[in-house]
């Protein structure tokens, strides 16, 4: 009897075992995606709308630089000023290292904007523009801003043709404050000497590949480009490398001699 019993028991056991087992195999798999946590910043609401504020007049004083607007210059910092002064740091005193490293640029921020409000030579504002975008990234970061993406651009030619000058964005697209779109209503001419140094080394498609990436950003930027080629970089049929080049160009000039106030442009093919 307490055989029958054992058997009874482990084949209860058994088909218990293969029921658990089979219900999990063919268990339908839970295809839909997680949801994933939402990014959420370290600050207030309160901390970060009065530094959006405070960004998006900075924005528009950069702006007026790229546009070359003494006018607007001056109001946009000193609507920036009034901006920086209402900025909300009290949560940041919970970490007092950060908290008076924050409140010690806003002395030197301010020390930039007086001279950009009070300055009417466009060079010197502009160096001081480049200092004071270079004291707000670094404000930026000692308070740990993560409520939005900030570009940090360079112009390697802002003083003196040598000099860098640096400025932030919240778009990659170059809106450049140190050459803007004008200067004193010129438009901006720019020489390219990297497509004349492929050129010469017989890097042909890299050349028109770099021509219609300058060719790109005229789309966006409004500027005068001016290309020169050597002869010696035409390695294939002469014809086909000229008509490919001077395709990707408005006007051509040739190479011969002239005299220096005579100009001579033809349309390209």
Known sequence: MKKFFLL?????????????????KNKPVDETPRLQPLAVSQHTDV????????????????????????????????ALKANIAVIQFDELKKDTAIYQTAVSYIETLNNDLNII??????????????????????FLRTVRYDESTIYLQECPMAFNDTEPGIWLSKTSVIRNPYLGVQQNN??????????????????NGATVQLENLWNKLHKNDEFTLFCAYPKIGITQDINASLEIICSAHTKVMDGNPRPSTEVYYKDAF
Do not use: C
């Not at 482990?10 to 029921?19: I, K, N, Q, S």
């Not at 900075?58 to 630089?65: A, D």
């Open 117 to 138: 409000i009070k300055e009417k030579n466009l060079e010197t504002s502009r160096k001081a523009f480049h200092s004071f975008s270079q004291n707000l990234y670094d």
């Open 47 to 78: 901390f970060n709308a009065s530094a959006r504020k405070a960004m998006e007049s900075y924005y528009n004083l950069s702006e007026s630089f790229v546009n070359w607007d003494s006018a607007g210059i001056r109001a946009n910092a000193t």
């Open 186 to 203: 010129r438009k901006v001419r720019a020489f390219g000497e990297m497509v004349a140094v492929l050129w010469q080394q017989g890097f």
């Open 8 to 24: 009874i028991f482990l084949a209860l056991a058994g088909v218990l075992t293969y029921y658990l087992w089979y219900s999990k």
